[in-house]
C-alpha cells in the first residue's frame, strides 16, 4: 500500500466506491464504512471525524435511520428541515 490517506481523501474514496448503483451517498454502518474507517485510523471516531468534515464543507451529512448518509457536497441532496416549506403550506411565511 502506497502513502497513507488523510480523513478528507478516505471518506471521498469511500463515498465513491462503496455507493450502491444508483444512489448518490452511503449509510455509514451499513456500508461497512465506520468498521473500515476505524480499521484505517486504528480506533479514530468516524462521528467526530465526519461531522468535521461536514461542518468545513468537504462532505455532506444527511441523517437516516440507523445512522447517517455521507455524500460529496456537490451530490447531495438538498438538506431538509430548514422549516420554510412548512410555514409556507401553513400559509405563515
Known amino acids: 500500500m502506497s502513502e497513507k490517506m488523510n480523513h478528507e481523501e478516505f471518506v471521498r474514496k469511500a463515498v465513491v466506491s462503496l455507493r450502491k448503483e444508483g444512489y448518490k451517498g452511503i449509510h455509514t454502518v451499513f456500508s461497512g464504512f465506520n468498521d473500515a474507517f476505524k480499521k484505517y485510523f486504528s480506533g479514530e471516531n468516524p462521528v467526530e471525524v465526519t461531522n468535521r468534515l461536514a461542518q468545513e464543507g468537504k462532505i455532506a451529512i444527511r441523517p437516516v435511520k440507523g445512522g447517517v448518509m455521507l455524500y460529496l457536497p456537490e451530490e447531495a441532496p438538498a438538506a ?5 416549506e412548512a410555514l409556507k403550506k401553513m400559509g405563515l411565511k
Open 80 to 84: 431538509k428541515g430548514s422549516g420554510d
